[in-house]
């Protein structure tokens, strides 16, 4: 079974950019394993944020953003926001139904 | 409004069996996959199971494969989840999800925790 990686932790500064990435160990992350991006917060349920590499739901702020960087699926936050601090983790598909989730990254806005 | 409501959860035994349930609203039930994910305390979302809306395909994590079962009825939009041979690295807060191109959505997860 695949193994998706994640930045551990990040830390960007309010109204900040920063990208966090989702690596795959058995190759490139493609559009064909409709990566997903979700937030948690503490004692929260996921909140689903990006689907399908790209696309948002009517709930997703504007400045969050999905797309490919180098072979790994990437979340991109420009103009960070306090209430943006939270853990963010990656999915992906691979065949057969299996879905595979990354370790998460800890944002911090600080 | 998609609506995922789970239940099912409590304190069981090591050994011991428990049975999920998860109530689906607000859109077509029976034309969409369905999954169970998993929360241990302090740590990572971890995929659980799949099924498929015909359940031509259902799909287990190498963790729970032998031990979970993963059903439907669509009938009654219900999702569930069977949990047998419970063992102390099961504890978890377990949510019932849909993933599909119309987006994600979960529900608000039910606890199982696994001690004598």
């Known amino acids: 079974q695949a193994v998706m990686t994640q930045e551990p932790s990040l830390t960007v500064s309010p109204g900040g950019t920063v990208t966090l990435t989702c690596g795959s160990s058995t190759g490139a992350v493609t559009s064909g394993n409709y990566p997903y991006w979700f937030q948690q917060k503490p004692g929260q349920a996921p909140r689903t944020l990006i689907y399908?590499?790209?696309n948002k739901h009517s709930w997703t702020p504007a400045r969050f953003s999905g797309s490919l960087l180098g072979g790994k699926a990437a979340l991109t936050l420009s103009g960070a926001q306090p209430e943006d601090e939270a853990e963010y983790y990656c999915?992906?598909?691979?065949?057969?139904?299996?879905?595979?989730f990354g370790g998460g990254t800890k944002l911090t806005v600080l | 409004e998609v609506q995922l409501v789970e239940a099912g959860g409590g304190l069981v035994q090591p050994g011991r069996s428990l049975r999920l349930s998860c109530a689906a609203s607000g859109f077509r039930f029976e034309d969409y996959t369905m999954h169970w994910v998993r929360q241990a305390p302090g740590q990572a979302l971890e995929w659980v199971s799949g099924?498929?809306?015909?359940?031509?395909?259902?799909t287990y994590a190498n963790s729970v494969r032998g031990r979970f079962t993963i059903s439907r009825d669509n009938a009654k939009k219900s999702l569930y989840l069977q949990m047998n041979s419970l063992r102390s690295e099961d504890t978890a807060f377990y949510y019932c999800?849909?993933?599909?191109?119309?987006?994600?959505?979960w529900g608000q997860g039910t606890l199982v925790t696994v001690s004598s």
């Open positions: 099924i498929t809306w015909n359940r031509d395909t259902i």
């Open positions: 999800a849909t993933f599909n191109n119309y987006g994600g959505y």
């Open positions: 399908d590499t790209f």
């Open positions: 999915m992906v598909s691979y065949s057969g139904g299996l879905w595979v």
